[in-house]
């Protein structure tokens, strides 16, 4: 079931988390907590590597039952694990989902989050036949929004007290991604 949702464009592979995942995602997770934590409500300074083991059995029983979709994001030549990216909220009347990603620290500012969205995002449409991607992102984190910018997501307008980061309260700008931006129709 899995290897029929790998996609790549060459340069990243977007594929399910899996059970082997763990150690890298891990060190991946350890290197990047400064950075992960201000936005992450998972990320926190005592994480164990079994919170990653439980948290990919979890997101692997999920996407069994349709209800959340985590992946893994690799480097396409080399597979050195350089994040994740979830489709979640998956709203069964609207036919909408909530995106989110990470990139580790050390294998930012390669554009690898775009294009991670874009292949997510086009698998949201075409796979799960929903008829928008949401990201929700922090007015304080202006390196998700030049992702968002970047890639074309439709800037909608700033939703206050839209997101809770521990015990922090942020208004949050709400993008959109639609299958029209990938050329694709709307299908129910
Ligand atoms: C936001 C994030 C996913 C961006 O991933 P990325 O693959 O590095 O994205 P890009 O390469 O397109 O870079 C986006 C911007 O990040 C900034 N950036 C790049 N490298 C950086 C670094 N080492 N440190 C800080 N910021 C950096 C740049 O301003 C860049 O914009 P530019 O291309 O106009 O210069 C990543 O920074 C991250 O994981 N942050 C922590 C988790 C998070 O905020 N997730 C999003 C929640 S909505």
Redesign the pocket.
Known sequence: MFSSTVSSDGVIVLRPLRADDVTSMYDAVCE?LA??K???SWAHDNYQKRETRDWITLAQARWNEGSYYGFAITEAQTQTFL?GLSLSQIHPLYHFCNL??????T????????RATRLAARFAFERLKLIRVE????VE????Q??AD?IGAHREGILHNRMVVGARVHDAVMYSLLPSDFGLAVRL
């Not at 989110?100 to 620290?105: L, P």
């Not at 294998?107 to 775009?114: C, E, M, N, S, T």
């Not at 984190?141 to 998700?144: K, L």
Request: a positive charge; zero cysteines.
């Open positions: 990047s950075e992960l201000p936005w992450m994040g989110g990603y990470w990139i580790r620290s294998q930012r500012g390669h554009g690898y989050a775009g990201i929700v992102v922090a984190n202006e390196a998700s030049k992702v970047k």
